[in-house]
């Protein structure tokens, strides 16, 4: 099978590791190109040692590339370095996966408000296919622009989305209380990641102010009747990896267990990289994959529906859910690089 | 000033333990003996050697105890141990404080469903003083049993309870997503707490049939003109010590967060261990402390007030509150041996 | 190519876990049988979440095994167990490649001094081959039985056999002093691996006494021209996998860095899991790979030669060790399966 | 009793976090000022909520100080810029305890080659006491400048200095082996301790070139009457506080384990702060509290001694060590202050 060349630009920040120890293992894809400026003319193995052994690549210039050698592009970009990026090359016509927050959101006003900036490209702004793949399939497939979904968004819609798109619950009482791993604040280093800030300690931080607030919102908005009115609150855990969400809401009338695995597992239906667990799940058991736990459960005593979602924030969070995203667009089979046994212990 | 001597019974669990540092270091207080039925006879420092040159005991049997030597006792027990040894030493007149669950809740039937046993003294369930100073101090001057509260009830009513004794918040919409630190689980080896299962890991666990939901439930209804309906899900965090809750419960109309701190000043006034704090806390900023750390807000956009607990659940969850109970029931200064920097980093 | 067909004996262990997450992404193998005496009729994915889609056998009891469906054995059992296996099964004639210690060291006194037990199969003791690919390639290829080395030995082995088969070194003086994590002491609850008992903690252990004391001296008195002394001393540290070791010898004349590292390089040429690196190696680094990173130096000052190993544990130090082995045995490639990129972060 | 007033000159990094922890609950020190140059202005509860409730100083500039208001001065501050602080203000004459590295070496060169800066009061270099109260107690008692040692030096030294003194070991052959926590890097955001770099990782660093290998070979030197030749590593553990060191010597004969202890117990008699234990320390047995706990074995096998030191490195470290010397300097009891538990679990 003929292979296909991938280029990431911003390959040191941890989704483009990520991306590179993803891609380097995939058996379709070559890496074409890995990019840093600051770190351009270095081997990648010397900046990561993991490396060595493995991937031999120089990091380079993205002004050094050759687009006619790329057949897909990640730009694992900062926010708002990603529009530019874009919007600067508008020559390169081969479909681009971002991993940024550029192109997620519905319009260029609420990008604006949540991301305290102007979108340089508000026309494409709501035009990007929202690379959930369990959700948007048919449009990822043919899209030339991907947006690839914040790790959030994705540990918080997937174990909504049947309830919301079926109508089941009340739409302004929606709690989700989401915990993540460091890596999710990136790889710079700042006060709030500084391991003594992070050990044996817990907190919650945004709240009320997220991003990903307005990117859950809106895509469950799309999936509902009515407007949502959604919680979501984050907290920072003493992990590297992974994301657990608590959603809590509230269902019209009582609904057994047994009727929302059944809901789920048709609504989920030959999704290779959803899960549903028969007991609440742990970070660990999808650490390094591609995979989504989620959890179900109705209390009696309260009337209120508690659905759990569980992810590897770098890998069904960004890395993972853009090769998968890849994988669509290029016509090759959805697993294709990501049939990975979670790291446990 | 004269000393009282504090006896405490099963002195080598981490509740136990704790007791020792604190009352080792309280200005008015003389450790008068520790008991382990499986260790007595050993040197406590030899079998906890933080204790080296600050504790010379040596643990003993209950039985070997005088009571007449004991000023005050704590229970140190697990869960349907201490009942039993309430009942077989009817004789004990000395002001108790029981850590266990089993005098903390309004009725034995209660108790039977929750804690899945008969409760052995049926006429002295509701009878206990529940030990949270911040609401229930006179009764605590005064009691002969105190039932000190569990670690996740403090850190969930504290948050509450302005908000539910003012009639502030609908009594059935009231979401407690709770976060603990290991030591909650007890010192005993067990799956749960193997390393390798916490570490860099994260999980919910009892979900809808924790023990906890109905002590809090209680109390909360205590307060409360309406019964309450609590949403109570624990989490296990990969951290020694601390307890962390997100609490969500929606207003009858909208509140500012000004006035939801004055509410809090004036129901804690004078209260030495609350702290109401202006960013969301850590559990690092109480770690070691008998403190509660609480924080409030508004969410306009949704409707919903957050209010958050953050607690050493072995000090004010658990051995701290027992001794500041143990300093008003011996009419000490309500923070003596209490005033602690937490450990921070 | 035609698969091969490998059975685990103890597939619930850590050691076992790992061969079957290992096995699993083999492209030449087939797992035929997993077996668990207290689990057997369990399906494998519900007692270990993580391989969910990914391996749905049940576990058996080996009772029910046919080893003519077998083509190579895996004994991941405890010491001592392992060896009874072996003796009682003496007509599996399929090679048997053994994780355990029982047939590691050189003779049936040694053993029953380190091991405090006698061994049942006195006369296979120092007859089967010694699993370290890098020393022993030869003997692995035709072996029957085949001890993989313990963790200790492969990290403290590696980074100073060159030294001492040059005949380098002072054979009197070696000191390593070595750091795990805390799978290295099993699955099994026990105090020493209680999470509070680890978490935000360091000490050492087994000072003097620890079994890999005389595994390490055999192995590299083989190499040595005269007895060696070697200084063995393991730490436990607050992590979940990898080994550290940290050697020291002394030259009997001074040597340059370089002079190192040539000498290194050519005793492992074309050894795929040796990486000899620039800078002292992390043990994320080698996280969930087979590799062994070494790094050398001499300190002018002192006049030692520091030496050190980084590999993991659960791969390097057992299951992905004891898989090279069996490539080896079978005639694959030697890296097949074990092409893994380190998972940090 | 009459109480000091002590001043703490950057209150703001560990070091200086660590001495308002301590200082502020001493029975006999009121904090007369804490500054900061970045800080001034702020509430220091504000800036560390830990001590919400229990320090309610603002931090100010160090040129508002007042020096006839302070009795003692504590300088926390990074290496060089203390030195100029003390050449800037000759006519400040209260006792000043330096916690940087300005003023432990011998002679100017040394600080000149390990420091890579000319000393700006080079006739001072030498002239400080060495503040390790159990060797210099007197000369502390006395001095108008005393130089709080580094961490690893404490951890190093109390374990080998009475085997040095006595000339029992042979002093080429002497191997420290150190492993520290996050918090001895500094409070400053970098590369090295961002949260994923460290958690669940391990490594050394600084090898041969760390400057508290001068440190630790010339104090050892002044008790011996050769040169001594010391060869020390540092690693980073995956932990905030606390340092094991684990030292290597050969005696020049064998010796019991009692012998070793009564030797020990002879040369710290009457030291409240050291700690001879049975079995290999914790580092969480001393976190939080000044002492350090020190193991002591002969191997026969091997003729080497093995010594180990545990510390908490911002107590008996930095902090703690210095308000020892600042008790001794006052005339106020050893442990005034001090008597603190270790916080475990």
Not at 315 to 337: E, I
Request: aromatic share 8%; with cysteine; proline share 7%.
């Amino acid at each position: 099978m003929s292979n296909f060349r991938a280029a990431i630009i911003g390959a040191t920040g941890f989704t483009g590791i990520e991306l590179v120890r993803l891609l380097s293992q995939h058996p379709q894809i070559e890496l074409a190109a890995l990019t840093s400026e600051s770190k351009a003319g270095q081997d990648y193995a010397d900046v990561f040692p993991q490396f060595r052994g493995l991937v031999s690549h120089q990091l380079q210039s993205y002004h050094d590339l050759h687009p006619e050698d790329i057949d897909i592009l990640f730009l694992a970009l900062p926010h708002r370095v990603s529009m530019s990026f874009v919007k600067e090359h508008p020559q390169w016509t081969m479909p681009i996966i971002d991993l940024s927050g550029d192109f997620r959101l519905d319009d260029p006003l609420s990008y604006e408000k949540w991301y305290d900036k102007k979108h340089v490209l508000p026309d494409r702004v709501g035009q990007a296919a929202y690379g959930l793949p369990e959700l948007h399939e048919e449009k990822i497939r043919k899209a030339d622009l991907i947006a690839n979904p914040g790790c959030f968004p994705t540990a918080s819609i997937l174990p909504l989305a049947p309830l919301v798109a079926e109508g089941l619950i009340d739409p302004e009482y929606v709690i989700i209380d989401a915990k993540t791993g460091v890596t999710g604040a990136g790889a710079k280093s700042k006060p709030v990641n500084h391991f003594s800030s992070v050990n044996d300690n817990f907190k919650a931080y945004g709240l009320k102010t997220h991003r990903h607030s307005i990117e859950i919102q809106q895509q469950l908005d799309h999936l509902s009747s009515k407007g949502m009115r959604i919680q979501f609150t984050p907290h920072l855990l003493p992990i590297d990896r992974g994301i657990l969400t608590t959603c809590y809401s509230r269902p019209h009338q009582a609904i057994t267990d047994t009727e929302l695995y059944e809901l789920y597992q048709n609504f989920y239906r030959d999704q290779p990289f959803i899960r549903l667990v028969s007991t609440a799940p742990s970070l660990k058991q999808v650490r390094g994959s591609n995979f989504c736990d989620i959890y179900l459960t109705f209390d009696e005593r309260t009337g209120n529906i508690i659905s759990m979602g569980a992810i590897d924030n770098l890998v069904k969070g960004a890395a993972g859910q853009a090769v998968h995203n890849m994988n669509l667009r290029l016509g090759l089979a959805p697993d294709a690089g990501l049939s990975i046994v979670p790291l446990q212990p």
